[in-house]
């Protein structure tokens, strides 16, 4: 049921234009950067990657500012920097969504590791140069992400996480390694075909 409210209309609508797009642009930018990242690129987002961490109950702004910038370098990874550019201005024009879908998980209780462990992933699909599973995980990725569950909350609509069945391409198996400081390797971890409602991505 569309809402009545005509801000609210307006906020569903811009929340829906953005994902939209960046359902398109974000898969494009990560699989540009399976075959044009640098070195330092790959070494910038290890970096950032041992200083995030999941979405909780009462996550601050600094785990927050860490996604921002961990995706910044994957879109600057891309060696297209129009599209860099494009992607960085809609990640701030998102904000207020994210925040916004980040208030209606308050209180839940749990920690949200999937989306967590999926940056990993991505990073590992982009170094192996497997453009093709990076771009399906990037799509998931945005589309369980906070801005998308303020838009379905603005809209009246139920979840997308909780509706949405993954495709084949989106049941990937990748390895996932944490920070060098922070002991062995772990094994294959197995991405779930269908995020779990509470593991909401932030970006």
Not at 88 to 95: I, K, V
Not at 133 to 153: E, F, I, N, W
Request: glycine share 8%; net charge negative; with cysteine.
């Amino acid at each position: 049921m569309a809402p009545s409210d005509p801000r609210r209309r307006a906020r569903s609508s811009e929340a829906r234009h953005i994902t939209e797009i960046r359902l398109g642009l974000d898969p494009l930018a990560v699989e540009l950067a399976a075959t044009n990242h640098s070195e330092d690129d790959v070494q910038e987002m290890r970096l950032l990657l041992a200083q995030l961490g999941p979405i909780v109950d009462g996550t601050d702004d600094r785990v927050l500012e860490m996604h921002r910038r961990f995706h910044g370098v994957l879109y600057r990874a891309s060696a297209n920097p129009l599209l860099a550019d494009l992607l960085d201005g809609l990640w701030d024009r998102t904000e207020r969504y994210r925040r916004f879908g980040l208030g209606l998980l308050a209180g839940s209780g749990r920690r949200r590791d999937a989306d967590f462990h999926e940056h990993f992933q991505l990073l590992d699909l982009v170094v192996e140069g497997q453009a093709g599973a990076a771009a399906a995980l990037m799509r998931r990725h945005v589309g369980a992400s906070l801005a998308a569950l303020a838009q379905h909350t603005l809209a009246g609509e139920p979840s997308v996480n909780s509706t949405t069945e993954s495709s084949p391409a989106d049941v990937l198996t990748t390895h996932i390694y944490p920070p060098a400081d922070s002991g062995p390797k772990r094994g294959p971890v197995h991405a779930s075909p269908t995020p779990d409602p509470t593991s909401i991505s932030p970006c």
